[in-house]
């Protein structure tokens, strides 16, 4: 995937958090926690990773523990599930047996617990994902942006791992959070964005006076629709290569 050159005054404007507000694929559910054996719980698993540190730095799965998922349940998981094939892109609702591990018997720097996977119940590719690419604006409330001579076409970069968006709107360089995503919602935080002024300015001020109502998506082929509180379009992207 391509990725957008940003200023390097955005170096600290964003801090990526342990944890995400994911909601995954409505997975139905399927098992009583009655059946379980001891020690053994429903875990779900995000359909992606995220940076974290252990010993050293490293990738964790996103996990929430129970039969019922919310959307801001993600926990961070340190440990490794034996038996358990992750593939990134797919969520999952797993029985997971965990047990303890008496101190003398633990390695060091190791958990006291041991985790193996019991049964896969759920394994389904999470849709949301097809977010996470590069747009460019092709139109603002269905109207088709045409830039001056000599500017760029808005760009919208998603980046689901990092919780993140950043682009170009057709004069500046902007970065910002991700606040909320699941199958149709889609909201930002606050945008930063660099101070360039550029001769026709109208294309970046309505994109800028726009993003923040974004409250929903979809996704038509290569094209990606984005929506306000009342479900009108607000802007309609192409993907890019």
Sequence with gaps: MKRLPLFTLFLTFLVTSCATTDH????????????????????WVNSLKKNCIGVAPMQCLQIQKGEELTADGWQLFYNTIKGFKYKQGYLYKIIVKEEFIPSEKVPADASSRKYTLVRVLKKQRDAKLRLYDIWALEAIE??????ADGQERPRLEINLQ????AGNDGCNDFMGR??????EKLTFGPIAATMKACSDMEITNIFHRHINNIQSYAIKGLKLYLFDSQGHEIFRLQKTD
């Design 24 to 43: 995954p694929v409505r997975l139905e559910k399927n098992i009583s926690p009655r059946s379980l054996q001891n020690n053994e719980y429903i875990y």
């Design 142 to 147: 269905g109207k088709r942006v045409n830039p």
């Design 162 to 165: 990092k919780m993140a968006i």
């Design 178 to 183: 991700i606040a909320s995503v699941d199958l």
